[in-house]
């Protein structure tokens, strides 16, 4: 009984439409390229997420240290007290000249050691961080334990701030 509707066609089963051969199975090139990108980019966040720990500790400990002897040298020319940094036993240093509350006097990580020189490498004691604007070009060189062992060096040519710098 024919009818208006629509697809209410009759249609011959010999004349039925078979499925083509692509609509069959598989996955278009396109639809893999979306697939592999979407892994490569999850792999990749992955591994920025999963940074070596030693490595990043001691850049941060860098970071923080030469903020502190910024610090420490700011607060020595605003009072016009000689302040100098230096370490102590158990891998601490504290900042003398200040009081003892005034800055951080420890390492946040373990395994972090530190050598304070003069710019052409001679050991000293001690930093002297101020009153003075302008004071001796000095360093410290910072060591994680590692693995992988890194050095990185916090120095100053006594008129700029405390930088950090790579030690190749």
Known sequence: MPTSAAGSKRIA?????SPSP?????????ELIVVIAIIAIAT???SFAM?????????READRLAALLESARAQSRASGVMVRWRQVDGGG?????LPADALPTGWTH???????????GTP???LQLGPDPIIPAQQVMLHSEGPP???????TDGLRPFTVFAVP
């Open 13 to 17: 089963p010999d004349r039925v439409p």
């Open 22 to 30: 692509r609509a069959v199975g598989g996955f278009t090139l396109l």
């Open 44 to 46: 990749a966040s992955v």
């Open 51 to 59: 940074r070596d720990t030693n490595a990043a500790a001691l850049d």
């Open 93 to 97: 240093f504290v900042f003398d000249g």
């Open 110 to 120: 373990a395994g972090i050691t530190a050598q304070a020189a003069l710019a052409g």
């Open 124 to 126: 000293v004691a001690a």
């Open 149 to 155: 062992a890194r050095v990185l060096r916090v120095a």
